[in-house]
């Protein structure tokens, strides 16, 4: 089969589409056709080795799929030619891949297979980050750094289908554009967002998968017992806080880890999708593609992440055989 490899440690130039044989199932796997994978910052980040998960190379890039079964193990609710998307942690930017069966997830039928393969890492993210860690409810005020990213139009859309206001903060006009169409209420520019934010009024919780130097002035923008969730560093500088800012509004900063706290709790992932499902079928959560790419255009496709030349998300595209 065809597989996207990282064979030198030189970004997303140096991947490689190379022949490698098929995954072969453990007893506790699903064998899945791909159909399309999502493309994420940390496989970008897996390329040049700066990742936490450093395998020696050769290893085949990619952590979320969608496609059709081919093999489950016994048991299992799935049976071959189920329409599946999954996150196998690893090896997804193949033709064929073999994921843990607790992680093998339904695919509605009004969900499209390029859309399917964006969900699992960031929805679910934003599913743990919003309810579990944020503890959001209707009505409240979430503000969205980086909202025209793959986990920030993820963040806008689930906090919008759960009754929250967002405002959404972006670096362009364009970007805002992106944001409003994901459901975003307000749209600030990140320049003097602090200012922007407090004319339009204080947040119960901060989103931000950015970090860098906006994340303590997205700490003044929260309200009295307001949140901010800590998701990633895509700004490149992990931030610091001086605790003071805590104390004085009782104020809380929280991490959200999803994989560590999701992928060992057998069913906890299945609970999650179950709470997600209503809104794929209804389509208030629609994944924002960017750009889809073929198998073979797998370093192109790293290149626009890397470059920050992407909203929303972009996918690679399997052919199907027959």
Known sequence: MRAVQVVTLDGPSAVQVREVPEPVRQPEQVLIDVRAAGVNFPDVLQSKGLYQYKPDPPFTLGSEVAGVVREVPDGSPLKPGDR??????????AEVVAAHADHVLPLPDEVGFAAGACLPMNYLTAHFALLVRGHLRSGQRVLVQGAAGGVGTACVQLAAALGAHVVAVVST?????VAKAAGAHDTVLVEGFRDAVKALGAVDVVVDPVGGDRFTDSLRCLAPEGR?????????DIPTVKVN????????VVGVGWGGYALGRPGYVAGQWAELEPHLRSGAVDPVISASFPLERAAEALSRIDERQVTGKVVLEVDDPR
């Open 173 to 177: 006009d364009a970007k805002a554009a």
């Open 228 to 236: 901010l969730l800590v998701i990633g560093f895509t700004g490149g």
């Open 84 to 93: 599946v998307a999954a996150f196998p942690g690893t090896g997804a930017f």
């Open 245 to 252: 800012r805590l104390l004085l509004n009782n104020i809380d």
